[in-house]
């Protein structure tokens, strides 16, 4: 456990949501503005354990801020919130939603965050030359402004594998990243349920 920490700790927090930490920028009336978020059981069933669902809170997570996909567009917390979700083997989940000034700056988020996402294999294998890192697109979804699904794979050079979903949404100026990730291959992703958890997330953000 302790190479796996050493090597791949910002897949990892990603993956377990393990890591609520520290929230950036929240602001005393934000949770009362966020923009409608996922449920326990909107979440992809988990064939041995139930989801559980925290809390709507303003800012942005500790895990995000470290995490080399979305960290860079997620960065800073204004105007965004998050909710974790957690079963109680290795599979979590968390959404992250983000309301901009303006319809511009949205699609310019959420071009960022595809970006980010696409580019995000490099910038594993740069940071550690043990871990190989695979993405597949699965593709857009015909929800509100529109949505687009991609597949994370990471293996270490050790054995160590891990398999992220991850989507990119929006509703006019409102962007939501939904990710969820446990230990696996791409075998093992509910890439189907994860798609109408997807479709889901976007139609809640009004």
Not at 48 to 72: F, I, N, Q, Y
Not at 83 to 97: I, N, Y
């Amino acid at each position: 456990m302790s190479k796996r920490t050493r090597a791949g700790a910002l897949i990892a927090l990603a993956l377990t949501g393990l890591a609520l930490g520290t929230t950036l920028a929240p602001r005393a009336d934000a949770a009362a503005r966020a923009p409608g978020f996922l449920a326990a059981a909107d979440l992809p069933p988990h064939p041995s354990s139930s989801w559980t669902a925290g809390k709507v809170t303003a800012g942005v997570p500790e895990a995000v801020e470290a995490d080399r996909c979305l960290s860079m567009a997620l960065g800073g917390g204004q105007d965004t919130w998050y909710r974790e979700f957690r079963t109680d083997l290795d599979t979590g989940a968390r959404q992250v939603s983000v309301q901009l000034p303006g319809v511009s700056a949205a699609k310019g988020r959420f071009s960022r965050l595809v970006k980010d996402i696409r580019s995000c294999p490099g910038r594993i294998e740069q940071a550690d030359p043990e871990t190989a890192a695979t993405l597949k697109d699965y593709g857009t979804l015909p929800v509100e402004e529109g949505a687009h699904v991609y597949g994370l794979h990471t293996e270490t050079s050790w054995g160590a594998t891990d398999i992220r979903l991850l989507s990119v949404g929006r509703d006019g100026e409102t962007v939501t990243v939904v990710d969820w990730g446990q230990m696996g291959g791409f075998e093992d992703a509910p890439v189907k349920a994860f798609k109408k958890t997807t479709t889901t997330a976007v139609n809640k953000l009004r």
